[in-house]
Nanobody, 126 residues
Framework: QVQLVESGGGLVQAGGSLRLSCAAS???????MGWFRQAPGKEREFVAA???????????YYADSVKGRFTISRDNAKNTEYLQMNSLKPEDTAVYYC?????????????????WGQGTQVTVSS
């Protein structure tokens, strides 16, 4: 059974940084992991995703709104992914969800994601 447990959310001032972690259990290394977020009154949206395979190593993808500010990474030995968030803006305020899905293209499109964490709140004050 796959379990995803997020940590690292909190309150930060605009321009600050936070790092989210997601510890996975029961997950194959070949399964893509990623992050989504949902702000009050808005739909859940894709933030970033990462996948590893033995031939090409790591591949990562980002939403345009976070490119250059957020960095996704993964430690396969610990089965944990991270989201380093820098230069945070008030519009980044949301509940952030860890996700896992076999096909990274479907995850990036937000389609039929198989596994979700419980979410962690990130609040950026102006």
């Amino acid at each position: 059974q796959v379990q995803l447990v997020e940590s690292g959310g909190g309150l930060v001032q605009a321009g600050g940084s936070l790092r989210l972690s997601c510890a996975a259990s029961g997950l194959l290394r070949s399964v893509a992991m990623g992050w989504f977020r949902q702000a009050p009154g808005k739909e859940r949206e894709f933030v970033a995703a990462i996948m590893w395979n033995v031939w090409s190593g790591y591949s990562s993808y980002y939403a345009d709104s976070v490119k250059g500010r957020f960095t996704i990474s993964r430690d396969n030995a610990k089965n944990t992914e991270y989201l380093q968030m820098n230069s945070l803006k008030p519009e980044d305020t949301a509940v952030y969800y860890c996700a896992a899905h076999p096909k990274i293209d479907e995850m990036v499109a937000g389609k039929n994601v198989d596994y979700w964490g419980q979410g962690t709140q990130v609040t950026v004050s102006s």
